[in-house]
């Protein structure tokens, strides 16, 4: 792990605990075998979460044909993998503390889009059904070593936050200040987490992935869906947003611009979930 990141956690009191729920959503993934009943009793092992499960799974981007009221219901209408997505994005969300210099409500808007732009464009460049569930996963993640930079420094995350208006300008932005970027921080606290050694690679990969050899796949994809989600942030196009930012990387990726653009637009909202995920 890089030493510019391990420094954040130094103070061993400023590494949040990985819910017991999500660490075991978590190994769920790599098991074909885990049905709908199983991840429904995992949720509801926890009263808070099956709360926010619930209040999720009746919200209007889900738009159920009846009333939702127990957690296989919200199994049954949403499907294994959103189930298990929404759930791990509630957990997660709960475990970081409100810090300066981000607005909870717009980071947790942000990664929510990163993580629905990252299974979007995971699918779109041939990679299964697990493998675009983990992109969501990880795009979810991706930031969360923001918070810990910020719990540390809050000024300079705050004047990387007041000039990141470029799309995919934060990585620079953070390298230039901090040394490392959101997506190192975010590695070093997947290794400390013991997530999978391809996800924790993934983060640290995902600040310059055309530099990475043998190239990563879902390193590109969370660079991508960053860029995305920045730009549904800032109100700017997708595709040009996407031209100006990472041309090579586009092209690398043979990307169908215009069907993401299509995929784009028919997402609406990237991040419709979170006002129900955060209350």
């Not at 190239?215 to 920045?230: G, K, T, W």
């Not at 549904?232 to 031209?243: F, G, I, N, R, T």
């Not at 909202?269 to 955060?278: F, G, H, K, T």
């Amino acid at each position: 792990m890089s030493a510019a990141a391990e420094r954040f956690f130094v103070k061993h009191s400023a590494l949040p605990t990985m819910p017991e729920v999500a660490a075991r959503l978590l190994k769920s993934f790599d098991d074909d075998n885990v049905g709908l009943g199983q991840i429904a009793a995992l949720i509801e092992k926890d009263g808070a979460l099956t709360a926010r499960v619930l209040r999720l799974a009746n919200s209007a981007h889900y738009s159920p044909s009846h009333q939702v009221a127990t957690v296989i219901d919200a199994a049954h209408a949403l499907g294994l993998e959103t189930l298990r997505n929404l759930a791990m994005a509630a957990c997660l969300s709960g475990v970081f503390p409100q810090v300066q210099g981000l607005d909870r409500t717009r980071f947790w808007r942000h990664s929510v889009a990163t993580a629905n732009y990252a299974r979007i464009l995971a699918r779109m460049l041939g990679s299964d059904a697990s493998t675009a569930d983990t992109a969501y996963l990880a795009g979810l993640m991706l930031r969360t070593g923001q918070l810990l930079m910020a719990i540390d420094e809050p000024h300079l995350v705050a004047d990387v936050e007041a000039h990141a208006a470029e799309p995919g300008s934060r990585f620079s932005l953070e390298q230039h200040r901090f040394g490392c970027t959101h997506a190192d921080v975010t590695a070093s606290l997947a290794a400390h987490w013991q997530f999978p050694q391809a996800l924790v690679a993934a983060f640290r990969d995902a600040n310059a992935p055309l530099e990475i050899r043998p190239f990563s796949l879902i390193a590109a994809v969370l660079h991508v869906a960053e860029v995305l989600a920045d730009a549904a942030e800032h109100h700017d196009e997708p595709v040009q947003a996407l031209k100006l930012a990472v041309p090579e990387l586009i092209e690398h990726l043979h990307l169908d611009l215009e069907l993401l653009a299509a995929r784009v637009a028919a997402t609406g909202d990237p991040a419709a979930e979170v006002e129900q995920m955060l209350h």
